[in-house]
């Protein structure tokens, strides 16, 4: 009888737990294990784009934004930075389908919930999670640093930015060393 009783209640705990953690996982749909953002994995893109600046992860925009870039390459922040059609098209193709409210990825999903459904923005920098995690930073570290100049060159002070890593216990400012977020 103890056997039978003890068994019960071992697998009645083990019942609501794995309740617990269904729930939980309900309200969290889109979360994975992985942490921050996919890294570039389309040598297409990284070849195109990363050719004049930072090979920008698609999981740091939505995917309406990934649209309207690639829709005005003509003026691509005042440059021209059009491609043939096929090479728009499969790297449009990539950015849309891994971008941040299509990706489990930790900080992809952040990024995603900060924004609005009408909010398309175009400037990763424009993005309200990455402007809040950046906002203690004194912009004499950024803006009036010349190794940085913006929050668009996120290799300056993320070591791992390439591989999609952007943890703030790895942040290394230019001219400044290790930031503590106090």
Known sequence: MKIRYGTGLLLGGMLALSNVVMAD???????????????????????????????????????????????????????????????????????????????????????????????????ISQVPYIVSKHDEIPARLITGNPKVKSLTQCQACHSRAEAGLFSEHEINIPGHGPWEDD
């Open 25 to 123: 996982g309900d309200s969290y749909s889109r979360r994975g294990k992985s942490a921050d953002v996919a890294p570039v994995n389309n040598t297409r893109y990284a070849k195109e784009c990363g050719s004049c600046h930072f090979a920008y992860q698609p999981g740091l925009l939505p995917a309406r934004s990934w649209r309207k870039l690639m829709g005005n390459l003509a003026d691509h922040f005042g440059d021209n930075a059009e491609l043939p059609q096929e090479d728009a098209a499969a790297i449009a193709d990539y950015l849309v389908k891994n971008a941040a409210d299509r990706s489990n990825h930790r900080r992809s999903v952040k990024i995603s919930d900060s924004l609005s459904p009408g909010q398309t923005p175009i400037r």
